[in-house]
T-cell receptor, first 114, second 109 residues
Framework: DSGVTQTPKHLITATGQRVTLRCSPR?????VYWYQQSLDQGLQFLIQ???????AKGNILERFSAQQFPDLHSELNLSSLELGDSALYFC?????????????FGEGSRLTVL | AQRVTQPEKLLSVFKGAPVELKCNYS??????LFWYVQYSRQRLQLLLR??SRESIKGFTADLNKGETSFHLKKPFAQEEDSAMYYC???????????FGTGTLLAVQP
């Protein structure tokens, strides 16, 4: 158990809908990362937060947004969902502040868009 | 642009055979290099990092800055090594961690 918790574990929804994925980092970790894993794209970096502020952005679509709250949990919002958004979404946290270091991953949230 | 290349999607070897999982990277500056592993039904987890220069579960990885490679090696593969392996450099202004496409290692009995 890495200490990173993601909910929900599985989510099935329809095209055009909006979902929110939640991540609770390890106790004390200030950095949160979001990744999307799909069969054809591998693990794609989406976005990183450090202590409530956006730190780095990757291949995140405009339909997606995220935030990190004062209690350090993070949410990834996916809207106007398309079939191609079906993937496993991972959250990870890091203890080494904004300069990186080992990432601890959650089990992921599997999103299926029908 | 930052890029990581793992040329083999699948690497199948027999138990006891040597293993080399290739990783080449294109990254500005001097990134920190990691190998992450995902065993079946488990979370993605750190296997090793280049700065520690240690051997984990018999695996080692040598950073070759000239060739910008960070290949993962093990002299004698075990069945329990079967997993998905990701090479991941971290660095740049924001120190974001990017992953290669991964190599699935299958060790046959």
């Amino acid at each position: 158990d890495s200490g990173v918790t993601q909910t929900p574990k599985h989510l099935i929804t329809a095209t055009g809908q909006r979902v929110t994925l939640r991540c609770s980092p390890r106790s004390g970790d200030l950095s949160v990362y979001w990744y999307q894993q799909s069969l054809d794209q591998g693990l794609q970096f989406l976005i990183q937060y450090y202590n409530g502020e956006e730190r780095a952005k990757g291949n995140i679509l405009e339909r997606f947004s995220a935030q990190q709250f004062p209690d350090l949990h993070s949410e990834l919002n996916l809207s106007s969902l398309e079939l191609g958004d079906s993937a496993l979404y991972f959250c990870a946290s890091s203890a080494r502040g904004p300069t990186g270091g080992e990432l601890f991953f959650g089990e992921g949230s599997r999103l299926t868009v029908l | 642009a930052q890029r990581v290349t793992q040329p083999e999607k699948l690497l199948s070897v027999f138990k006891g055979a040597p293993v080399e999982l290739k990783c080449n990277y294109s990254y500005s500056g001097s990134p920190e290099l990691f190998w992450y592993v995902q065993y079946s039904r488990q979370r993605l987890q750190l296997l090793l990092r280049h700065i520690s220069r240690e051997s984990i579960k018999g695996f080692t990885a040598d950073l070759n800055k000239g060739e910008t490679s960070f290949h993962l090696k093990k002299p004698f593969a075990q069945e329990e090594d079967s997993a998905m392996y990701y090479c991941a450099p971290q660095g740049g202004a924001t120190n974001k961690l990017i992953f290669g496409t991964g190599t699935l290692l299958a060790v046959q009995p």
